[in-house]
């Protein structure tokens, strides 16, 4: 079980970690940080991703941050941020983003473009763009070789805060971290980039480029994806 700490400084949401610096607690086998905060209006939330092939399933296949107001695993209300690449061509003919800052963050761009609210009816979907509106505000930079993912999300109604959570403080909620599976359609566009690459692409020395966007580069089929749920203890304004 998390526990959120009660937000006792500024947290501007603009992908980088300053913020929370010795809040974040770390996920040794999955390589990210998690850091939690909350006011008596807002929930604010770290997750720092230092793996390159969690960062490729983000990029390509997209990331979901479920809220169960129940305290359980209940896919209740959703933030699909970044959205990744599903359905979306490249926007040009090049390849993996290995060692090439300027492909990085075009990739990065294109993937965070957009935000989409899940729920909470079962048919509830909409879009907007990022980095949000109605009391939603998500970011997703590159810091330090790190992908820093913040969001903030109401924890109710009120002052204009459209999309929310359901709870106040002193409650526990549940809170889960899911990637999608990456659409095969991306994978066959990696593959054929790969193997046709154009004609300023690299070449030369005998080596290939490592396939990108969540598909490992010893094989074609994509990375599982990754989920990870937790109660969280949301904090108390503290009384002197």
Request: hydrophobic share 30%; aromatic share 6%; proline share 8%.
């Given at each position: 079980m998390l526990k959120s700490a009660w937000r006792d400084r500024e947290i501007t949401i603009d992908g980088s970690d300053a913020d929370w610096q010795g809040g974040l607690a770390y996920l040794e086998e999955s390589k990210i940080g998690i850091g939690i905060c909350n006011?008596?209006?807002?929930?604010?939330?770290?997750?720092?991703?230092?793996?390159?092939q969690m960062e490729r399933q983000i990029m390509g296949s997209g990331f979901i941050v479920w809220f169960d107001a129940g305290g359980g695993k209940d896919k209740k209300f959703g933030i699909h941020y970044p959205m990744g690449r599903q359905g979306r061509p490249p926007s040009?003919?090049?390849?993996?983003?290995?060692?090439?800052?300027?492909?990085?963050?075009?990739?990065?761009?294109?993937?965070?473009?957009?935000?989409?609210?899940?729920?909470?009816?079962?048919?509830?979907?909409?879009?907007?763009?990022?980095?949000?509106?109605?009391?939603?505000r998500a970011k997703v930079a590159r810091e330090n070789e790190n992908l820093i993912y913040e969001l903030k999300v109401p924890l109710n109604r009120g002052d204009g805060r459209e999309y929310v959570i359901g709870s106040d403080t002193g409650k526990t909620i549940g809170i889960g971290f899911e990637t999608l599976q990456a659409d095969r359609a991306i994978i066959k566009d990696e593959r054929n980039r790969i193997d046709n690459p154009p004609d300023d692409a690299p070449r030369g020395g005998g080596r290939g480029r490592r396939r990108g966007g969540?598909?490992?580069?010893?094989?074609?089929?994509?990375?599982?994806?990754?989920?990870?749920?937790?109660?969280?203890?949301l904090s108390q304004r503290s009384v002197p």
């Open positions: 006011d008596e209006k807002d929930l604010y939330l770290c997750v720092v991703v230092s793996d390159r040009d003919g090049r390849g993996s983003d290995d060692g090439d800052p300027d492909e990085r963050a075009r990739l990065l761009q294109e993937a965070a473009r957009d935000i989409e609210i899940i729920g909470p009816g079962k048919d509830d979907r909409f879009t907007m763009t990022a980095p949000g509106a109605g009391g939603i969540g598909m490992p580069s010893g094989g074609g089929s994509p990375a599982e994806p990754f989920q990870f749920w937790s109660r969280v203890l």
